[in-house]
């Protein structure tokens, strides 16, 4: 008996020691709680991908997909000088990235957006290894120029802060000077919005708004 009790005490104490990687903050992630448009001066297109066209050395992705619904794919930094490997082919960059998605449907790096006015807000999970955060959110601010192009201003995070506090404000925010360039480049394929993790979470089901069902 007394041996049941020391392994049930151990199994609960591994449990709890590993509980920790297993969360996912969401608390600030509200954007699919709205409508995705509002007061909206430019439309954006969904019919392709955004690609990096320009930036400075620290810029936040290499692409970004925006679906109808208002949900977001935002993939991890890239490579270096990642403008020009794709707009110097982007016939077979953007082939060799179709190939790559259908083999490895990815849950990870979804989020949702909003537009006001020529404003477009995004907010976006980062995927963690061995930490004890599993997801964190990150937002990022951008000016829509015109269907075909958007320009980042601004990305807030706090995690990124606390790392690299000489970077971010006081308010967990990095500026982008000059603002990235991200302009449109026309696809019949992009990742399956429908793998993202959080869609059958409890707190988004209830939280959806109608708009982006």
């Keep these: 008996m007394i041996y049941e009790k020391r392994i049930i005490l151990v199994i609960l104490i591994v449990t709890i020691i590993n509980l920790p990687a297993c969360i996912s903050k969401h608390k600030r992630f ?3 709680k709205e409508v995705p448009f509002s007061k909206n001066k430019f439309r954006i297109r969904y019919d392709g991908i955004y690609f990096i066209k320009s930036s400075n050395e620290s810029y936040p992705t290499g692409y970004i997909c925006f679906y109808l619904d208002g949900s977001t794919y935002v993939p991890p930094h890239g490579v270096e000088n990642m403008a020009n490997l794709f707009w110097s082919n982007p016939k077979d ?5 179709e190939k790559y998605w259908n083999k490895f449907p990815n849950k990870e790096w979804w989020g949702s957006y ?7 807000y995004i907010q976006y999970f ?18 829509i120029t015109n269907d075909s192009t958007i320009m980042l201003v601004e990305k807030q995070c706090g995690w990124c802060q606390s790392m690299s506090p000489t970077i971010y404000n006081e308010n967990a925010v ?6 990235v360039e991200y302009k449109f480049y026309p696809t019949d394929f992009k990742p399956d919005s429908s793998k993202a993790w959080f869609l059958k979470k409890r707190w988004y089901k209830k939280g ?3 708009s982006r069902k």
């Design 126 to 143: 980062y995927k963690f290894n061995q930490t004890t955060v599993k997801r964190d959110l990150v937002e990022l601010r951008g000016v």
């Design 93 to 97: 960059y953007a082939e060799s990235l």
């Design 174 to 179: 990095k500026k982008f000077t000059p603002p």
């Design 208 to 210: 959806l708004h109608e």
């Design 114 to 120: 909003k537009i006001i006015n020529d404003s477009i």
């Design 30 to 32: 509200n954007y699919f």
